[in-house]
């Protein structure tokens, strides 16, 4: 393990085996990687996605052989796959409270979501 300077030591905490810090690197990037998906979630939610996704996805000539043509039975499909992706979005937040704030209810209760 590389040392660290002595301003981080004291600012980050001395001790802290690998483990702990290991521990931190690994939740980090959880969260980044959550937080990736929430912004991929929130950009597929805009007017302009809408529209590509009626006008592009729904009417393409391979969509109708493999699934359907009926518009509304697609956009119910596209509706569930979004609250899918929520409902994964809400337990990783979920996880994560109770992992980092589990005193804290409100950090808990989005698996409620």
């Known amino acids: 393990m590389a ?28 969260v980044a990687a959550a937080m990736s998906r929430l912004v991929s ?38 509706c569930g796959e979004v609250v899918a992706d929520l409902d994964r979005a809400a337990s990783s937040a979920t996880r994560f409270g109770q992992r980092c704030c589990a005193a804290r209810r409100s950090c808990t209760i989005f698996d409620r979501v």
């Open 3 to 30: 040392h660290r300077p002595a301003w981080l030591r004291v600012r980050f905490g001395g001790g802290g085996g690998a483990r702990e810090e290991t521990g931190l690197k690994i939740l980090a990037f959880e």
């Open 41 to 78: 979630l929130y950009c597929s939610l805009s007017d302009v996605e809408d529209r590509r996704l009626r006008v592009d996805a729904l009417l393409a000539e391979g969509v109708a052989r493999v699934t359907s043509t009926d518009q509304s039975l697609l956009l119910w499909l596209a």
